[in-house]
Each structure stands twice: as C-alpha cells, then as structure tokens.
C-alpha cells in the first residue's frame, strides 16, 4: 500500500508539471470567436475544427484556440451530436454562462483546455462515456465541472483552483470515475447532489483547504485500501502505512466515508 502511495508521488510531480504547461502560452494559442456546433453537420472548419473525420479513431479536432467569451454566454457549445471529437489546447475564458458546454454528446474528450472566470468551467448535460483530462479550471463562479444527468465518464488529472466547486455533480450524474486530481482552495472540493444517482468511484485527489460533501452513495477509495488526501485531516498513522487510521467523514446526509484517507498528498505542489 506505501509502494502505491510512493509511486503516485512521483508521479504527482510530473502530473503538476502537465497542468503548467497543458495550456501551452497565449502567443502559440490563435484568436477565436465563440464557437457553437449543433449536430454533427456543425463540425467544420468556420467552427473550429482543425482535422479529423467523425470516428473513433480519428474524432474531430479543435485545438489551439484561444476563445475570449467575455460577450458571450458561452465560449464553445456543442450539442446533438454523435461523432467523435476531441477539444484540445484551448484556452476559454469570460464566458457569463459557461466557457465549454456539452449537451446530447457522445465519443467526446476535453483535454489539456484551460477554463477559467466564467459562471461554469464545463457543464455536460446528459453525455456519457467522456474523457474529461489534464485540464485547469480557475475561479469559475458556480462550479469548475458541472455533471447533469451524465454517467460513466472519467475525469482525472485536472487542476481545480479557487472559485465555487470543483466538481458539482447534479440530478442522475452516476457511475462517473473521479481520480488523481487537484482540488486547490475550491468553495467545495466535490459536491454530489444526485439524489436519484450514486455509485461515483473517487480516489487518489488531493483536496487541499477544501471538503467533499455529498448526499447520495457514493466510493471514495480505489477498492483496493487507498483513499484520497484531505489537508484538513489531522489524524494518526500509527502503523505507518501511509494511511490515516481514522475514517474521513464527507459532509452530508449519505453518511460517506474516506475509509482509506492517505497521509500525504498524491500530487504536491511543487516546482520540481
């Protein structure tokens, strides 16, 4: 269980390294309008896309824009679809309603995206099975990630810093897989409102001067005796094994548990 904990160490460093650089600087990334796509005959060049041809193995590309939505309501919207494609190295910010907004969508990913000072960062309504990685969210007033009615989708690797929660999951958000993550001085770290839902599986994330709360049924360790770290802790690890002996409480009617609460944060915050 130490050997687990002292590899996700290591490798927290070259995860922190990823979210400096996932946004590569402003002068590589080109000025775009607001982009919206609906359907999939929406996936053209006007809006963005940069390659690809709707499959899975090569979804549609939009990458390496920079999108000031400041007069918009949203920075990207994408909804009805059911090809393939990709959002990538983009940079989504000012947006008064949501910087990347995914409805009805399916075979999508958003990675190495930077999506800040906007009321949402990413809102997915009723899309499943997306990849949702390596991306930074920053001072996004009502939630970094906002899941409605959206399950079996992973998200991991992403920084989430200040701003409302990190990760609000609503109504039937469920099965979702939630690990190795940065949950950095947020409102809340993760809420879970999906009363009807449940089954969301979240570990190795390191919550740091933030809580979880949730009301529902939900797993917070990997299912193999490693939880999550939580900088609030403040418990004993008297046998040494980088676990805390004491059981994290989430916040919460759903009486949820960190059973497995490790001792030192998976991805520290360094400049190594």
Same mark, same amino acid.
């Given at each position: ?17 990823? #979210?400096?650089?996932?946004?590569? +600087?402003?002068?590589? =990334? *080109?000025?775009? /309008?607001?982009?919206? %796509? ?98 930074? #969210?920053?001072?996004?007033?009502? +939630?970094?990630?906002? =899941? *409605?009615?959206? /399950?079996?989708?992973? %998200? ?117």
């Amino acid at each position: 269980m130490r050997t687990r904990i002292v590899i996700a160490l290591l490798c927290g460093v070259v995860t922190l390294a990823w #979210f400096t650089i996932g946004v590569r +600087a402003e002068e590589d =990334l *080109i000025p775009h /309008s607001p982009i919206e %796509i609906i359907g999939d005959t929406g996936f053209t060049v006007e809006n963005g896309v940069v390659a690809g041809t709707g499959t899975n193995e090569d979804p549609y590309l939009i990458a390496g824009w920079m999108i000031d939505a400041t007069d918009a309501s949203f920075g990207v919207h994408v909804e009805g679809t059911t090809k393939a494609f990709a959002i990538e190295r983009c940079r989504v910010f000012g947006a008064s309603s949501t910087a990347i907004d995914l409805v009805d969508v399916k075979k999508a990913s958003v990675s190495g995206c930077e999506m800040g000072t906007s009321y949402f960062g990413l809102s997915a309504k009723n899309s499943d099975n997306l990849t949702i990685a390596d991306n930074s #969210f920053f001072d996004n007033d009502y +939630a970094a990630l906002f =899941l *409605i009615n959206s /399950s079996n989708n992973n %998200i991991h690797d992403n920084l989430f810093h200040a701003g409302g929660p990190g990760i609000l999951f609503y109504e039937n958000a469920m099965n979702n897989t939630v690990h190795d993550n940065v949950f950095d001085h947020c409102k809340i770290g993760i809420s879970i409102l999906s009363l009807a839902g449940g089954g969301n599986r979240i570990y190795y994330n390191d919550f740091l001067s933030c809580r979880a709360a949730s009301e529902a049924c939900n797993l917070w360790d990997d299912g193999k005796g490693t939880g999550n770290y939580w900088s609030e802790y403040g418990h004993e690890d008297a046998d040494g094994d980088g676990i805390g002996d004491v059981p994290y409480r989430i916040f919460g009617s759903g009486y949820e548990y960190d059973y497995h609460p490790a001792m030192t944060p998976f991805h520290p915050m360094t400049n190594e």
